[in-house]
Each structure stands twice: as C-alpha cells, then as structure tokens.
C-alpha cells in the first residue's frame, strides 16, 4: 500500500492541490497542506490526497438507539488535480445508499477488498466539475467506533448513552471520509437525538439546540481543519457546570458535582499551558466525563476532551491527566502526527509539555516524581518490546502491515517525553521552550512528521553547532532501538522515602501507615511498582489489611496490587478484582489484568473467562479487540 511519488509528480500534485491551502479567499476555511514526502504517505489510509482529497464534511445525521446506528447524509468538499476520474474513502463497514455530487446528479461508485485493519477503498467517479459528492449512509453494523450503552451500564441508569472513539483509524465506521490523520479537514454536523437526551460534539455549537416533535436537533461547526480522528460524538442524559471563563465540563447529572470539584483546576492549568506554548486556538475547553467503559484515560478531541470516570480520585492526585489532554491542544491538535508511524509527535511532545504545567500548577517536587515515573514505564516498555534492540523501541516505528494500535505503547510516549527532556537539559530551560513554542507556531493546523522534526530542530535550536549536534544525538533517538547513553536522568531524591520503604519492605517491614498517608498517590505508585513482583501471599495480605488497596478509590493504586495480586496468585483479591474489570472499561488496567489471568492456566485463566464473559458487553471495542485473541469466550456456533 505504500505509494512513491516522483519529484516531478509530487510537485505538479501539490500546485493542484493547494491552490486555496496557501491564499485562502475571505471569510473561506483554512486548509492544512497535504505532505508530498514519502514519510508522509500514510499506509493507513487507502485516500490518494495528492490525487484528489476531501476539505470539508458537513454531517446531517440522527442517533438511532434502537438501531445502534448514526445515519443520514456526509456531504464532503473535495479537491482534485485536473485530470483525476475518482476520489478514494475509507470505509470501514459503512452500509452505503447512495452517492451523488452536489447537484443530486448520481456518481458511480464501489467498495474495494476488505483488510481486517484497514477496512476498504470507497472509490468514487467524479469528474471535472464535482466540487462536492453527497453520501446517505449508515454507520456499520458493530461498528468499531462506537459505543452504545445500555441505561444500566450508564452512571445515571435512566438512559442510554452513545459515545465514539476515532483514534487512530476508527472514524471510517461511522464517517465515510479520508480517515488520514495528514489529510486535515474542517467540518460541521447537525445531529438529532431523541428527547431529553443532549448530543455534544468536539466542536463548538453552532446554533441553539432545536426541536422536532420527539426529536432534539443539535448543530456543531469546525472552522479550523482538523484531523478526521478527531471528529467525536456524545450523546446521553448530560447536565454542564462552568469551571472557569473559558472551561467547563459535561458529564451525567450524578456525577456531575464529583467532577467538577476534581476538575478545579483546569482553568489555572489552560493559562500555564499558553505562558508555555502560545495562545490556546480553540475557544473554549470543555470536557466530557463519560460513563466507565471509555477505554482510555482521555481522549483529546479538540473543544471537548473525553474522560474516563476513574480519575475521579476525590483528591486532584489523578489530575495530571487532564494537564496531558489540554497540552495536546498543541502537541497533536495543533501539529499533528502525519502517519501513525510518528505517533510519538504527538505523545511524546504532550507527556513532556504535560510535566512542564504539573510545575507550574503543583510545583517541582510533583513533576519530577512524575518524570521519575515515566522513565521507569519508559524501560517497562523497552523490555516488553524486544528490549534494547527491538525495532518497536525506535521513536519512528515500522508499522508496514500492521495495526496503528501496535504502536499505542509507552514507548512513543515516555521515550519521547525523554528525548524533548534531555534536549531541555542539554541547550537549556530558556532555549528549548523558545524552539518548542516556535515549533508550534510554525506547524499551526499543519501535519507534520519525524524529518520535519529534525530539519526544524537543526534550523532552530541547533544553527549549525557541530558540537552540539554530536551531543544530542537526534538520529539516534528517533530512528535507532533502544535508549541513547545521553539520556537526561530523574532526580535520584525524587522519593527518597518511598525508595527507602521499598528497601524496608524487602527485609519485611510494612511502611509505617503516618509515612503511607502523607505520601502522593506518586509515591505509592512507586513504592508498589518497585517491590519485588513475586510476594509471599502473607505479605500481600499484610499489605492489603493495612491500606485496603484492594479496594482503593484511586484506580492508578487499585490497578497497581491487583497486578501484583494476579501475578502472586493472590485469592483473597478475586473479588476485589472481578468487581474492578466490571465497573470499568479502560484498557489500560483491563488489558494486563486479563492477559495476565489468561496467561496462568492453572489459576488464572478459568477467572479470567468467568470474567470477560460478563464483562466484555461492556468494553468498547479498542479493548475487546485485543482481549478476543485470548481465546477467553468459547467459540460461536
């Protein structure tokens, strides 16, 4: 699928297909360039942007819950070089019913051969004057985007709720569009839902809520192009609350309160990030409080970053994780990653701008635990992809024939968030926030890539210095496995006192319960990272009897001793564990909790199938995807 364009080629294609990205007309939408490298031809997608590519989607659609479709018509603006007769989508399921351009004239058009990951070509007719193609269409049957729950599986337990997860190339199962995270497009929607349910859309509203006897109408507008990942949809019983002038938070009216009282903060981390990085470009910044099966911590869907409930720690210790959403508002909204295989643009820049507004907002001491943390989930992952010289170690990843998922891994983001810290601390605080601000400024609404990176850097920071060139080691980092010897290192007094308790515990000592309560939920992280991961059960009973960690609020310490539970074969926390993987559906604790149960065949694998056989109604796909190659289910008639 790897498509190589000459020189010559690639230019005339660019003149044709940027005619109005360069000089837009007044009062027109923006449009980000499409990239004519090869690093650049994203492999993930079947679209050929440089041939013809989609600018603008306006979705008129309806969210039918008896159906579990969204469906009506994606009218979609397109640009195409003189010459072109087709113009190809990403269709993953779509149940098509017709095509026609904007003058209601039929286009011919057909679906390609099916990959499992990439889905199928949607190639469409066009000719000269097709400015515009009209799709009716519905979502795909189960399709991988899309979530939709139950009243029961809801926190409210009244009404169904919906919910979508683009990234990396889900879109294309419920959008028929150019799911290309290079191809950036603006885009509008007008939604209706059933009363008294409210839709909100990664976008701001665009007119009042409208009615329609039974029905609720909503209208969204994105003015600036955005990559089509983060096109993203909630529907269900919503209530608001303001957090500040410009930030507030959606979430369920039952948990409502206990969100917005965790999420205070916000508005002093918004002002933090632009000192840092320049001005916020997206208006408002909301953010959505889904119900427990949402696989990730969060999602950055620009205007209305989606939440897992389970940072809800009733402390602000799990708050860092919105300090990482609102930092992709530049890193990855703003300058996005233009394959997936330089995934680590995106995440790496936002785990490193992440701790830079931990700083400002909750001080030194906090960032650098957190930096400690993440240099030792960075050498977790080195070990669990190939250790030093495993190819999937390298920054930019080969992910020829594979999933973009494969490379969802803390190697992207904690490698990464290493290499932009040990450029920090090498040229200087000052120096490097001025480049990295600049690099913002300079890829505004823009796909970029790995070279991109390094020719700015060069451009930029370095200027010609040969020495320190030699002394960053920039191609090493980025193309070469493993972690380079110029590593900046964490400060070693970090947590000196959850590092001598570690020591305590080995010789038998529990830590002392006055030193467990005054630690950060970082410092009991690190203490229970750090034992030895094979425990005499009786240590592990003494452990849970004292701190109840079975059973914390805080889901980060809860997931850290049930992994320690299942790894000793720890029955006590059965129950504990099986009531965990039923409340909630982030894949970041579900995922090795039940590959490591299935794992143990003797112990762990029947609690591992008794489990998932309730509990997978209640993951999203992005989880269940993975969790079904266990071969946990018994095969289906």
């Excluded at 916000?266 to 916020?280: H, I, Q, S």
């Excluded at 970053?305 to 708050?319: H, N, R, V």
């Excluded at 539970?565 to 926390?573: D, G, H, I, L, S």
């Amino acid at each position: 699928m790897f498509r190589a364009l000459t020189a010559a080629a690639a230019a005339l294609l660019l003149v044709s297909c940027q005619t109005h990205d360069t000089a837009p007309a007044a009062g027109a939408v923006d449009v980000a360039p499409v990239l004519d490298t090869p690093d650049a031809v994203d492999i993930h997608s079947y679209a050929k942007p440089l041939e013809a590519r989609v600018t603008h989607i306006a979705l008129d659609v309806a969210v039918d819950f008896a159906t579990k479709r969204v469906g009506g018509t994606a009218t979609l603006d397109i640009r195409a070089k003189p010459g072109t007769s087709e113009i190809i989508l990403d269709d993953k399921g779509l149940e098509i019913e017709s095509i026609a351009d904007g003058a209601g004239k039929p286009l011919t058009w057909k679906v390609g051969a099916d990959d499992p990951n990439l889905g199928a070509p949607l190639s469409i007719a066009i000719g000269p004057d097709t400015k515009q193609i009209v799709v009716h269409y519905k979502s795909a049957a189960n399709a991988d985007a899309l979530q939709w729950l139950t009243p029961e599986q809801t926190a409210g337990k009244k009404f169904p709720f919906l919910f979508s997860q683009g990234e990396s190339i889900l879109n294309r199962s419920w959008i028929p569009t150019q799911d290309s995270p290079g191809i950036r497009q603006s885009w509008e929607a007008k939604v209706s839902v059933d009363k008294p349910l409210t839709v909100v859309m990664s976008a701001p509203r665009a007119a009042e809520p409208a009615e329609n006897g039974s029905k609720r109408i909503f209208s969204f507008r994105m003015d600036h192009p955005v990559a089509p990942y983060l096109i993203a949809i909630g529907a269900g019983d919503l209530a608001f609350k303001d957090l500040g002038p410009r930030t507030g938070v959606w979430a369920e009216p039952v948990t409502l309160d206990r969100a917005a009282a965790e999420l205070s903060d916000t508005e002093k981390m918004v002002d933090a990030a632009e000192k840092l990085y320049g001005p916020y470009q997206w208006g408002r910044y909301d953010m959505l409080v889904l119900p427990p099966s949402f696989p990730f911590g969060g999602m950055e869907n620009p205007t209305l970053t989606f939440l897992t409930p389970t940072f809800i720690a009733g402390d602000k210790s799990l708050t860092s994780l919105i300090a990482h959403e609102l930092a992709h508002s530049w890193s990855g909204n703003l300058a996005t990653n233009a394959t997936w295989s330089d995934f680590w643009l995106n995440e790496g820049m936002t785990t490193y701008a992440e701790r830079r507004i931990v700083e400002s907002v909750y001080g030194p001491k906090v960032a650098a635990q957190q930096v400690s943390l993440g240099l030792d989930a960075m050498n977790k992952a080195v070990a669990e992809n190939g250790g030093p010289t495993g190819p999937d170690t390298r920054l930019h990843i080969d992910l020829n024939g594979r999933s973009p998922d494969d490379g969802l891994t803390d190697i992207a983001y904690e490698k990464g968030a290493a290499f932009l810290r040990t450029i920090e601390v090498a040229v200087g605080r000052d120096r490097f926030d001025l480049w990295l601000k600049g690099w913002f400024e300079r890829h505004q609404f823009q796909p970029v890539t790995s070279n991109m990176f390094l020719a700015d850097i060069r451009e930029h920071l370095i200027k010609g210095d040969k020495a320190l060139e030699a002394k960053l080691q920039l191609d090493k980092w980025v193309n070469e496995p493993g972690i380079p010897d110029n590593i900046a290192p964490a400060d070693p007094n970090a947590f000196a006192s959850a590092d001598a308790a570690v020591a305590a515990f080995k010789g038998g000592k529990l830590p002392d319960s006055a030193i467990w309560s005054g630690w950060t939920t970082d410092e009991r992280l690190r203490f229970l990272n750090r034992i030895e991961k094979k425990q005499p059960v009786d240590r592990l009973a003494a452990l849970d009897q004292a701190f109840n960690l079975s059973r914390s609020g805080n889901g980060e310490i809860r997931f850290a001793f049930l992994d320690l539970a299942v790894k000793n074969r720890f029955e006590p926390a059965v129950p504990a564990l099986e009531d965990f993987l039923t409340v909630q559906g982030r894949r970041k604790f579900v995922k090795p909790l039940l590959v490591g149960l299935a794992e143990d065949q003797q112990w762990g694998r029947p609690i591992a199938a008794r489990i998932y056989a309730k509990t997978r109604v209640s993951y999203h796909p992005v989880t269940t995807r993975d969790l079904d190659k266990l071969g946990l289910l018994p095969p289906q008639k």
